[in-house]
């Protein structure tokens, strides 16, 4: 049996056990030696410091300190990076890189828990259940056997914006129901928009022709308030606007003043700035709908990540060629 790969976890403590609960744990140990009592916070701390002097395999997630210069010359045999969560932009440096380290991430299987969120929404969007809720809970009761015009989801019109992994997980689950689902990405082909089997459309016509937009593009300088008071006045009145994305792709100032005039709806799980001020009118606003982060990984979603990077490290192990690598030239219009 060959040796396993010495590894060092670097994330926040506390999510360790729920990332790789014991049936993982021990899993991951097939493959890699490693403490799960020592999980890097502070790359500076003795202890770890020793130990990254013998790291091959650091093992990463939510809370992971920056990997730069200094780091990388404390940990002369890592090897590669394995990174239980979605994006690695927060903690990799071009370091990383320079240096040829592998870096995999688990963001495919952050991504299903995040489209999932975002089509339960849709379909409750469509039924129109936000508003209603409010409505019973003020009036105590309602026409029983009463037909509620204009909602329904039979031939919705669906927005995506951005064909990032969410953002095609998710036309993969709204290809069952009876929705029209368009993509706009400026990344895209017509040819791969037509083997996604949606139509492509310039973002203006997209907000044009759309009952629901759903936000799935990265956070860079060009995507910043990409949803801003000319788009937002693009939208037709009783459409609703998802962000399960980043919140700074939507210029929230604009979208509080559109809300206030009762035009449109939004549901917001994420925000600029997040969390919110107590004060914010998004508490508020009956029509906006805000919920606390809750789309990604969470719960029991966690060992999902935790599969992954374990299946990682056993490829890392007998030699094979890492599944979920990040591609760095990808990166920067990556989430």
């Known amino acids: 049996m060959p040796e396993r790969l010495q590894a060092l976890f670097a994330m926040t403590a506390q999510n360790v056990p729920h990332i790789f609960p014991p049936e993982l744990l021990a899993r991951l140990r097939e493959h ?19 130990t990254l002097a013998r790291t091959e395999v650091l093992i990463t997630g939510w809370g992971c300190p920056r990997l730069d210069a200094d780091v990388l010359d404390a940990a002369p045999r890592l090897r590669a990076v394995l990174h239980a969560a979605g994006s690695v932009k927060g903690f990799t440096t071009p370091e990383v890189w320079r240096r040829g380290i592998a870096v995999s991430s688990a963001a495919a299987a952050n991504a299903l828990p995040v489209a999932e969120y975002t ?17 019973l809970r003020t009036r105590r009761t309602f026409p029983y056997g ?21 953002g095609r997980r998710l036309i993969e689950l709204l290809r069952p129901h009876d929705l029209r689902v368009s993509l706009t990405d400026p990344y895209v082909e017509q040819a791969e928009a037509a083997r996604l089997g949606v139509p492509l459309l310039p973002l203006d016509d997209l907000l044009r022709t759309s009952d629901i937009v759903t ?30 994305a980043r919140g700074a792709l939507v210029d929230h100032d604009a979208l509080i003043g559109e809300l206030r005039t009762g035009r449109l709806n939004a549901v917001l799980d994420v925000t600029d700035p997040e969390p919110l001020p107590a004060d914010s009118p998004l508490f508020d606003l009956p029509n906006a709908f805000v919920t606390p982060h809750l789309a990604g990984s969470q719960g029991n979603e966690l060992a999902r990540l935790g599969r992954t990077v374990v299946e990682e490290a056993g ?8 599944l979920h690598a990040v591609d760095h030239a990808a990166l920067e219009r990556a989430a």
């Open 32 to 50: 890699v030696e490693i403490d799960p009592a020592l999980v890097a916070h502070d790359f500076t701390e003795p202890r770890v410091r020793r």
């Open 215 to 244: 936000l799935h593009a990265p956070h860079t300088a060009e995507t910043r308030h990409l949803i801003g008071a000319r788009e937002l006045a693009l939208m037709p009145a009783g459409s609703v606007l998802i962000n399960t």
């Open 315 to 322: 490829r890392l192990a007998t030699g094979d060629a890492l």
């Open 146 to 166: 009463g037909i509620v015009p204009g909602i329904g989801n039979h031939g919705r019109r669906v927005g995506v914006v951005g064909a990032s992994r969410i």
């Open 119 to 135: 089509l339960a929404v849709i379909l409750l969007a469509g039924k129109d259940v936000f508003a209603s809720r409010d409505q």
